[in-house]
T-cell receptor
Framework: GDSVTQMEGPVTLSEEAFLTINCTYTATGYPSLFWYVQYPGEGLQLLLKATKADDKGSNKGFEATYRKETTSFHLEKGSVQVSDSAVYFCALNVNKLVFGAGTILRVKS | DTAVSQTPKYLVTQMGNDKSIKCEQNLGHDTMYWYKQDSKKFLKIMFSYNNKELIINETVPNRFSPKSPDKAHLNLHINSLELGDSAVYFC?????????????FGPGTRLTVL
């Protein structure tokens, strides 16, 4: 079945550090790929998405590129802020959303 | 204006009770969902309705029964609550079921079963 694997957390970084959260997927068909973010005490919000191979999604300084050859959609940000502390979910959608286990990010000042 | 709203935000109840969680969306979407998030933040889809019709029904105990009175509302009724039902339940909606559709999530309902 379809599945998403993302790196385990928590990930702890200092402010202005570079962030990478790895995400790989297994899917039948051609999925769309998403990163969702969940801030403490809130629901999930779409951070960025890519719908076909080689597409790059970007938002709020975060980027991820849909790599079909490596079945990956790694999330990156050049300089994290304390306000980026949250849980990040990688997800794919063929005919339903399938989420990864989530990665907790903690950014300290 | 809240896009996807849920009530209540917190629900504390005893084992064996029956409870309901309500969800409403004002986005004009055709499809609505219920997800369960456990204490380790793992998210799993439970149900999905498209235009009031059930289209996804994952392996969920039949104590859980969704009801969609119209396409803007999807309620979740839980009978005979058990300790393991304690979790955060999220409602979501999307324009279409098809691939590429962004889902919009409600703020969640934290259910605690004592």
């Amino acid at each position: 079945g379809d599945s998403v694997t993302q790196m385990e957390g928590p990930v702890t970084l200092s402010e202005e550090a570079f962030l990478t959260i790895n995400c790989t997927y297994t899917a039948t068909g051609y999925p769309s790929l998403f990163w969702y973010v969940q801030y403490p005490g809130e629901g999930l919000q779409l951070l960025l998405k890519a719908t076909k191979a080689d597409d790059k999604g970007s938002n709020k300084g975060f980027e991820a590129t849909y790599r079909k050859e490596t079945t990956s959609f790694h999330l990156e940000k050049g300089s994290v802020q304390v306000s980026d502390s949250a849980v990040y979910f990688c997800a794919l959608n063929v005919n339903k959303l399938v989420f990864g286990a989530g990665t907790i990010l903690r950014v300290k000042s | 204006d809240t896009a996807v709203s849920q009530t209540p935000k917190y629900l504390v109840t005893q084992m064996g009770n029956d409870k309901s969680i309500k969800c409403e969306q004002n986005l004009g979407h055709d499809t609505m969902y219920w997800y369960k998030q456990d204490s380790k933040k793992f998210l799993k889809i439970m149900f999905s309705y498209n235009n009031k019709e059930l289209i996804i029904n994952e392996t969920v105990p039949n104590r859980f029964s969704p009801k969609s009175p119209d396409k803007a509302h999807l309620n979740l009724h839980i009978n005979s609550l058990e300790l393991g039902d304690s979790a955060v339940y999220f409602c979501a909606s999307s324009q279409a079921v098809a691939s590429g559709g962004e889902q919009f999530f409600g703020p969640g309902t934290r259910l605690t079963v004592l």
